[in-house]
């Protein structure tokens, strides 16, 4: 079976500080997809970035971007000039290229401080 | 832009007790699907359609019952609620369903339900 698992349950690093969030997968598989949302306190979940499994370039957007090691089966984000609305919950999600089921982390609850 | 829309944003049950969380989206999206979100745990599928008239069960989809009569509506219901389905429930739509690729999921906000 499919895990994800997201190793650190919260973190704040102070504002304009660089953070990188953990995020490991367990599969077989070797067609698929690894996602990070963002949940801030309104509940909706955003979709920060997507990778391809398939693609050995890291996905970048703006101050996001991920160190996906395939090999190590991990998927690590890192926010850079981090502002206080990146304040949320992030999750890391796994899609299976067969069925297309996402697979969700538990979550890391990321603090931005003043 | 509405997006996805979900109601109620809160509802308290007593054990037993039968209800529906609606869930409508205004964009035209063929795939919607319900996750159940717990704490300490990641989001779980209960029930998903890629179309109307068409449903398949998810990772979770014991005490739930879903239907897709149109393309914009996706109720969940509980038939007999129990306190194991407290839990914030979200629904989430797609153009087509989601491959990875270009697909964006859209959230509604999400419906805390508490069972008593």
């Known amino acids: 079976a499919q895990t994800v698992t997201q190793s650190q349950p919260e973190m704040s690093v102070q504002e304009a500080e660089t953070v990188t969030l953990s995020c490991t997968y367990d599969?077989?598989?070797?067609?698929?997809?690894l996602f990070w949302y963002k949940q801030p306190p309104s509940r909706q979940m955003i979709l920060v970035i997507r990778?391809?499994?398939?693609k050995q370039q890291n996905a970048t957007e703006n101050r996001f971007s991920v160190n996906f090691q395939k090999a190590a089966k991990s998927f690590s984000l890192k926010i850079s000039d981090s502002q206080l609305g990146d304040t949320a919950m992030y999750f890391c999600?796994?899609?299976?290229?067969?069925?297309?089921?996402?697979?969700w982390g538990a979550g890391t609850k990321l603090i931005i401080k003043p | 832009n509405a997006g996805v829309t979900q109601t109620p944003k809160f509802q308290v049950l007593k054990t037993g007790q039968s209800m529906t969380l609606q869930c409508a989206q205004d964009?035209?999206?063929?795939?919607m699907s319900w996750y159940r979100q717990d704490p300490g745990m990641g989001l779980r599928l209960i029930h998903y359609?890629?179309?109307?008239?068409?449903?398949d069960q998810g990772e979770v989809p014991n005490g739930y019952n879903v239907s897709r009569s149109t393309t914009e509506d996706f109720p969940l219901r509980l038939l007999s609620a129990a306190p194991s389905q407290t839990s914030v429930y979200f629904c989430?739509?797609?153009?087509?369903?989601?491959?990875?690729?270009?697909?964006?999921?859209?959230f509604g906000s999400g419906t805390q339900l508490s069972v008593l």
């Open positions: 990778q391809e499994a398939y």
């Open positions: 989430a739509s797609s153009y087509s369903m989601p491959r990875g690729q270009n697909e964006k999921l859209f």
């Open positions: 599969t077989s598989e070797s067609n698929y997809y």
């Open positions: 964009m035209n999206h063929e795939y």
């Open positions: 999600a796994f899609m299976r290229g067969s069925n297309y089921q996402l697979i």
């Open positions: 359609s890629v179309g109307a008239g068409i449903t």
